[in-house]
């Protein structure tokens, strides 16, 4: 665990670069010494001032004492965000939650979209010996974004970043869990590490543990306080910003909600 | 021998002194499970609406020096949805909180309960952040008598009334509530608060004001716990900033039968109930205490 914020109440920092990773996402980049420092896998709330407050994976900065978020255009809350302009301020606060794992050996990383983004703190938190396997998934070509920087991160380790598009129109053709089952067939993972699509999740925690294979998914729900007090997150007994949001996959296969239902803004249980 | 920390909040008994407050963590049948085996005495629910209520946007929880500030809009699934999730419970002391304006909504969401196995109705009188409902309800002494009243003829478990520090005298909503037939009370809410970051020049809650809670609050809680002890001859539940045994017992000390417990969450996460039964248990031991009554209210004969 990095250093620790000593109040839950919203740090302000300044956008200090944008950069366009694909037409609909970017990642902003701001000076925060306790962000820049965070665990793979925990969280911060990220106020908007006048719109809203979000909860946010940590992104990796190249620089010293510099984090980032990367966001996709969505709803509201997340285009306003991704619509913030160098010099424009966020509140955060944080980091929450729990994180990843580290395991050695040959490791599995599977992502969906922004969902790469606790995953590629992640890789920058393996050993040199670790023989890394990243999935990418997309719909399409010109959504796939940080293949570069992941390449960067592991090229001094044995490794290979393999895009999966579901168009075929970039790299391999079809679902990630497609080619993860492929893989599995062929190479014996000591781990495998997933974020994205709850679906997407589901299948992969199923497959590693059909294999045997230690596996951890991070969990998104609907939050509101991010500390253990609201409830909104919750998912069964547990709580997706305090318990989580990282589980491994023998706790995931227990539990009725992963891969199901998640709850709205009222509580009430719906279907993914 | 070892001390007994079951305790009895008027016709409530439950297995231990510390419950889980209203508003906290509360939507789930799974997590106050959890929370039982994890020491909770009982589980306060959410406040629960006729509908459902999604609540105010975020920013709705912060953290300020010495505790929380909130206005997350009271939101929950309604009871209708409610009931029927803890429709299967057996084992698990839930009491379930109310809110609603007039007496028919109050009416309306004691039916869906009529079937379902809880131990009483918290009312919530003290919400200090939604129009309406809420403090806007205990702040009307004629309202309050109303309510209570249509709640007391319709329920077959007992009420407890949570009051706050509203606009009038909060002694006045619990004389009207004991009057009315009230079979506890519990004090206090969240106090009306507010925080503004400098740096944008904004308030930071969406709602702009919420409720304050946490360590800040307790020294008022305790305050409110005493007066009402000391005045009326009704149960008192203790909540605002306990987050210790010591916490707990001074609250007890004041006049509570039983403690609630929210905001310590953040910093002991679930195991602050069993660590404030096991502080509690030991206090005792050593104070030669044997029941939890022997020790609730004696700071008042000083």
Known sequence: MGLQRNSDTPTIVKIEKVIDETPTVRTLVFSDEVLSNVSPGQFAMVWIPGINELPMSVMISQEKGKAAFTVRKHGLASTELYSLKVGEQIGVRGPYGNSFTIKQGKLLLVGGGTGLVPLIRLLTFLKKTDDVTLLVGSKTKNEVFFEKMANQILEHNKHQVIVVTEDGSYGKTGLVTEVMENLLSQIKFDAVYTCGPEKMMHKVVQLASSKNIYVEASIERMMKCGMGLCGSCCFGEVLACRDGTVFDGKYLLTNKEFGYTHRNKAGILENY | ?302
């Open chain 2, 1 to 302: 021998m070892k001390p007994d920390i079951s305790t009895e909040v008027g016709s409530i008994k439950i297995e231990r002194p510390t419950m889980l407050a209203s508003g906290i963590l509360g939507i789930s049948l799974e997590v106050f499970d959890r929370l039982y085996k994890e020491g909770a005495g009982a589980l306060v629910t959410k406040s629960l609406s006729k509908e459902p209520w999604e609540g105010y946007p975020n920013p709705t929880v912060v953290g300020v020096k010495a505790g929380y500030l909130n206005a997350v809009g009271l939101s929950n699934p309604g009871a209708p949805y409610f009931a029927k999730m803890i429709s299967s419970n057996k084992t698990v002391p839930i009491i379930v909180s109310l809110v609603g304006s007039i007496p028919e909504d109050f009416d309306i969401m004691i039916k869906q309960f009529e079937n379902v196995k809880i131990l009483g109705y918290e009312l919530n009188l003290s919400c200090p952040h939604v129009e309406k409902v809420g403090l806007e309800v205990g702040d009307d002494p004629e309202l309050v008598h109303k309510i209570v009243k249509s709640v007391k003829a319709k329920s077959k478990v007992p009420i407890i009334a949570k009051v706050g520090l509203g606009s009038s005298d909060y002694l006045e909503t619990v004389r009207v509530a004991c009057e009315a037939g009230v079979d506890a009370i519990t004090a206090i809410n969240t106090v009306r608060a507010m925080a503004i970051d400098v740096e944008t020049t904004r308030p930071i809650l969406s709602h702009k004001i919420g409720g304050l809670s946490g360590s800040a609050i307790k020294p008022i809680a305790v305050r409110c716990v005493y007066e009402i002890s000391s005045k009326f001859d009704m149960p008192v539940i203790g909540c605002g900033g306990v987050s210790s045994w010591e916490d707990a017992i001074e609250f007890i000390l004041a006049g509570a039968s039983a403690v609630q417990i929210g905001s310590a969450l953040v910093d002991k996460w679930v195991g602050v109930f069993s660590e404030i039964n096991n502080g509690i248990s030991k206090y005792m031991e050593k104070k030669n205490f044997s029941k939890i009554k022997d020790m609730v209210g004696i700071a008042k004969k000083f």
